[in-house]
């Protein structure tokens, strides 16, 4: 067997592409480098640790130089905000003097500040650009200072719309672990869904569990990691990694009046996203919502089953047994529901004049019909036991129900409001909540305990906990298994003041990190996305690679193309014609280009239906698809 040769180019700008970028932490350098990367150029990013602007243009002399700043008292509170112990006259005077420095060496130079609305069209100007960039009048993000919260009219606090617009509030400056790149042409069907969840999902109607899809598109549209982004042009091979979002929340639009039309707009959408030049390339990439339990023939289609995509889903493995429901996959991201927020809440019991639940020790109020044996059997357990409230009940939009001993018939607005407010002061005031899983393993009751500070007991051997990787969940939650439920009071009885403080304490704590309304959710999960694009396309170019790299490691081919049968059986469908014909061993590109192929190769193995393909067939498959969409980086000798 021979090693495999991947020849590392050195990485020399073009001078006309060459731009130093220098600027302060928290004036929103990060930013601009992702807009100069989406226009295909090379960046060298400067800061006053390193200044070595000097060095740069000494080696560089015809690099032009852009120069973040900001105002001095916004970055002051800036920094205060996210390092109280850092010691500001200091860094203030460092920045001071870097800035200085960088304006007496530059001989070609433009300072941006974003916060005063910095455009693209001065930007490409003074870079000499005149195709690919943005509109000129479009401002570069500047989603840095510290915003105050829109103003909303009180009987519009409830909204969707608002809801979206406090989550949009940012108090801190957002740091772009990938650069989102969302396709164009979902903004009405956004809209429209926000108007139609506003005029039908009041406060606690049951379907607004399945907003968080609307606020991932709305949280995408408008964040400052955003790049500009054009489908039909060739985009550049870059450092940072990229995110192509598909913006459009399915399960809403699938669930408001005119579905089937907006639905049918969607759809046709979607179908120029699969035709265009980077689906099928860059698959492992793209991120395509389905924070729902739908069945993925309702959905997006077979598309969603192919496990190069990254999916957030409200389900783990083996959550959901149903057919044709999605099968998680190893770019699942596991999503939090959405939850009403517990101001809302608050504001609602206070305006309903619903006197105080009464105490309980446990509560569970659930329909009988859903995972109707392991329900059952958890009210069997509880019955009788001093201090439980623990109640199945009919489904509450149908027929007839109680609250408060008061019988209310329909699926009215106000009938299922005060439902949820009774359910809502119940909780609040329990100790324990109970979690047994429904038709899946997932529940909203779990996020609902959190918000309320009520310690949830999830009884589900396959319940999901989303962000497990950066989220103790131990600290708050309760875990019991669904064939022992008999001996759970016994349990729960046995746990005393202290501990149930602790963990009703780390309850609240933990529902912040994963609250909608306040963007938190959505940050966590675009962080998970990133984590799953980032780790060899975050390598900046650098040496040549020796060859030892690949000669000491797993990746030893043998010489020769490859076998079409185990193409078809290894292989996504759309990546087997471009694998036949590639020999493995005479692939090369740049050092950059170099890891993002063996990246790729490995996204491949990791969601292959077979686990005996050879490695190079991986290899060969993300050689030509790379080479699809970036045709200058990857040469197949």
Known sequence: MRPLHLIAAACVARAQNAVLLCGSAHTGTHHVKL????LGLDVTVDHPHLARYEAHLAAHPSSKVLLTTRDAGRWRTSIQQSRPEAALEKAQARREAYEKGVRAAATTLLELDLEAGASYGALCAFLGISEGCPAATDTLPRNLAMQKPPKIAPQNHESVSSLLAMARVRSTVVACKAALLVYPGFEELHRTAIDRADEEWPLGWELREFLPEVFVVDSVLHHPCRAPFDPSQKLPLVSTPRLFVVPAAWRVLSLVQGAQELLKRAWALFDKV?????????????????????????????RLMDHRLIVPHLEGPNGDHRKEVLVPGPRTVVAPYFVEPPRLVAAALDAAGLAAAPRSRVFLRAAGQKGARARHAVAAAFRNVEGADVT?????????????????KGASSDATRRHFLDTASRTRNATFCLVPSGYTASSRRFYEALAAGCIPVVISDQFPLPFRDALDWNKAIVRHGQRDVASLPRRLAAIGDEEVAR????????????????????DMLLDRFAALVAPGTRSRPGPDVSVELVATGPLRFRKGTQDAARAKQCLPAGLVAGALGVDATRIAGSERALRVLLDKAAVLADTAPRGDCDRKLFLAAAAAALRMAHPDEVVIN
């Open 274 to 302: 699969v035709a265009g030049r980077y689906w099928e390339p860059l698959m492992e990439h793209h991120v395509l919502l389905h924070i729902s339990t739908a069945r993925v023939v309702d959905a997006w289609g077979r």
């Open 35 to 38: 807009a100069l990367e989406a």
């Open 392 to 408: 199945l009940v009919e489904n509450r939009y149908e027929g007839v129900s109680k609250v408060r001993g008061e019988t209310v």
């Open 503 to 522: 963990r009703r304490a780390a309850a609240l704590e933990l529902f912040d990190r994963v609250d909608y309304a306040s963007g938190a959710a959505v």
